[in-house]
């Protein structure tokens, strides 16, 4: 792998770095991670190696299996991410203020660390905004959101300054910035070929344009986490001191399990502590995290709730038959469908939902329609579905046929909907007609032959 000789000569003198074993790194392969769903996870085929020291549950694996064969990461049980990048786990949980949290992670496309921030949060009383500003890929985090099942998220879909606009509203912004990439030369080689020191200059504007736009989002005391994946130090320790031009901070440290190779280094005006993650230190590839407190008076945004209408009693009834009895849900109907939030979803999308370009809240249980309710597929994936709902256990063959949208007749299969699950992993929906049943897996993630 040839390396841009800018950019080795950039890092000269940077904390942690060192060319020739920088450079080894580089030659040897990536290693492969999951990330587990803390209770969807069950029994997993997967080759696992070892844990990765920041995350609970976070796993190496000894080789990179074809994960879009494995019914099990359809059915949402883990989540194929960067080990470093866990490493978001640690100043979260440090750091998180007390209470019933408002998380916002605004660069959150495709989903691995708001995936990640889901498994951690209260799911009773938090909730997490997560935001993807280009639309494509604001599709693909929608999915991930669904496939982990976790109804305490917001998906929305709008430009940093929109979100600005919800002053003094977030405890904890996780900003994962887009960067000029170095961080994951290792993973994807093409990406060498769009590195130049005039991106990394245009990736610095860009953070401290989103950072600008953002930050009045965040209260008092409220957590900033910043993180790249790019080694140059415009993107990393000179954006922690620029922030000091925008806002007044308590600097955090960030500890980290003895001897796991994160490299301590700090802003060079404000002494801020920031941490870099090499591929020849960590197991892992290249990694840039700080994190700030807030420490400076904000505007409290206010709005009326829009009101909603009642949900009618008799629909109330139904929709206890599908969801989870001990789940602290709220129903929401808008036209046809039915949603499920948590009580503080439900609030954080009246208030806003004039502002914002929500794309979900909370769970989208199914669509009410002449016979009952059509169930969507985000309910087969969610932990709020009820335990007792009809399901038809397959085999990898049926998993398979079923994943690829083909019909498929498990023997016993009940009458009506049911769901598809493969080892006790849930898949989605079908319905037995008698004569056929129809697979109502969502067709734009049906399972191509080959695969990864
Ligand atoms: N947090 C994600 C994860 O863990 O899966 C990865 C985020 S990636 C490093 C940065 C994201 O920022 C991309 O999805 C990109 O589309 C988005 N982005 C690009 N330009 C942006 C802008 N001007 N404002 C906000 N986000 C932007």
Redesign the pocket.
């Known amino acids: 792998m040839q390396l841009p000789d800018a950019l080795l000569a950039s890092l000269q003198g940077l904390p942690g770095y060192h060319l020739a074993a920088f450079q080894q790194a580089h030659a040897a392969a990536a290693p492969v991670s999951v990330r587990l769903h803390p209770s969807k996870a069950g029994r997993l085929q997967l080759p696992l190696a070892g844990s990765v020291p920041w995350a609970q549950h976070g796993h190496y694996l000894q080789y990179r299996p074809s994960f879009a064969q494995d019914p099990a990461w359809h059915a949402g049980a883990y989540y194929v991410?960067e080990a470093s990048?866990m490493a978001i786990e640690q100043a979260f949980l440090q750091h998180r203020p007390s209470g019933p949290l408002r998380v916002l992670?605004?660069?959150?496309?495709?989903?691995?660390?708001?995936t990640?921030l889901l498994s951690l949060l209260n799911t009773e009383t938090d909730i997490l905004v997560t935001?993807?500003?280009?639309q494509s890929?604001a599709n693909i985090?929608l999915e991930?959101v669904l496939k982990w099942g976790i109804p305490a998220a917001i998906v929305t879909n709008n430009?940093?300054a929109d979100l600005g606009r919800l002053t003094g509203t977030f405890d904890v912004l996780?900003v994962?910035?887009?960067?000029s990439?170095s961080g994951l030369f290792r993973r994807d080689a093409e990406a060498i070929k769009e590195w130049s020191p005039a991106n990394v200059q245009l990736c610095s504007q860009?953070q401290q344009?989103?950072l600008a736009?953002v930050l009045p989002a965040l209260k008092e005391d409220g957590v900033l986490i910043y993180?790249?994946?790019s080694y140059s130090f415009e993107e990393d320790e000179h954006i922690a001191d620029w922030l000091y031009q925008l806002s007044n901070w308590e600097p955090l440290s960030i500890e980290f399990p003895s001897d796991s190779g994160p490299v301590l280094s700090s802003s060079p005006r404000q002494g801020h502590p920031c941490y870099r993650f090499y591929p020849h230190h960590v197991q892992g590839e290249g990694f840039f995290l700080a994190a700030f407190r807030k420490k400076q008076s904000a505007d409290t945004f206010r709005a009326k709730p829009a009101r909603a209408a009642g949900v009618p009693e008799p629909l109330r009834r139904e929709m206890s038959q599908w969801l989870l009895p001990s789940a602290p849900y709220q129903l929401y109907q808008h036209e046809q469908q039915l949603y499920a939030m948590p009580p503080a979803v439900i609030d954080f999308f009246q208030t806003t939902r004039q502002l914002l370009k929500v794309r979900r809240a909370g769970l989208l249980v199914g669509e009410w329609q002449r016979n009952g309710l059509q169930p969507d597929h985000a309910l087969a994936l969610s932990t709020w579905a009820h335990p007792d709902l009809p399901t038809s256990d397959v085999d990898d063959e049926l998993a398979r046929q079923y994943l690829r949208k083909e019909a498929i007749m498990p023997t016993g299969a009940a009458p009506g909907w049911s769901m598809v699950s493969w080892q006790g992993h849930r898949l989605g929906w079908m319905k037995n007609l008698g004569n056929r049943t129809n697979n109502y897996y969502p067709k734009e993630w049906r399972l191509r032959t080959g695969g990864d």
Do not use: F, M
Request: aromatic share 0%.
């Open positions: 991410q990048s992670d605004l660069c959150a496309a495709p989903g691995g660390k708001t990640h935001n993807e500003v280009i890929r985090l991930n430009d940093p996780l994962d910035a887009p960067c990439g860009r344009r989103i736009d993180a790249t994946c």
